[in-house]
């Protein structure tokens, strides 16, 4: 089993900066793909960002703007988020999957912390 903890989320306005952390505990991190999703109110869940060993990924809407990052040694993945914008307004969910790659499909993830809403208004 592996218990995720978001942090990080608030209510900001549109081009400041804010960072998620997402805390694991349980099996070793370093064995995960990490994942972070966020899903707008009347939306389904979106993929944000994923990073393995010596991979990353981002969606086309944050490319750029959020940065996926890790640190094994305090079993915490983080989301850096820059130039935010309204339309990133969403609860924002980190994940955690029991394979290698970078994988977008929120199927592909067995462990998913409570999520942390971000607001950020214009």
């Known amino acids: 089993q592996v218990q995720l903890q978001e942090s990080g989320g608030g209510l900001v306005q549109a081009r400041v900066s804010l960072r998620l952390s997402c805390a694991a505990s349980?099996?070793?991190?370093?064995?995960?793909?990490m994942g972070w999703f966020r899903q707008a109110p009347g939306k389904e869940r979106e993929f944000v960002a994923a990073?393995?060993?010596?991979?990353?990924d981002h969606a086309d809407s944050v490319k750029g703007r959020f940065t996926i990052s890790r640190d094994n040694s305090k079993n915490t993945v983080y989301l850096q988020m820059n130039s935010l914008k309204p339309e990133d307004t969403a609860v924002y969910y980190c994940?955690?999957?029991?394979?290698?790659?970078?994988?977008?499909?929120?199927?592909?993830?067995?462990?998913w912390g409570q999520g942390t809403q971000v607001t950020v208004s214009s």
């Open positions: 994940a955690a999957a029991a394979r290698v790659g970078v994988p977008r499909a929120a199927e592909e993830y067995g462990y």
């Open positions: 349980g099996r070793p991190f370093s064995n995960y793909s």
């Open positions: 990073i393995s060993v010596g991979y990353t």
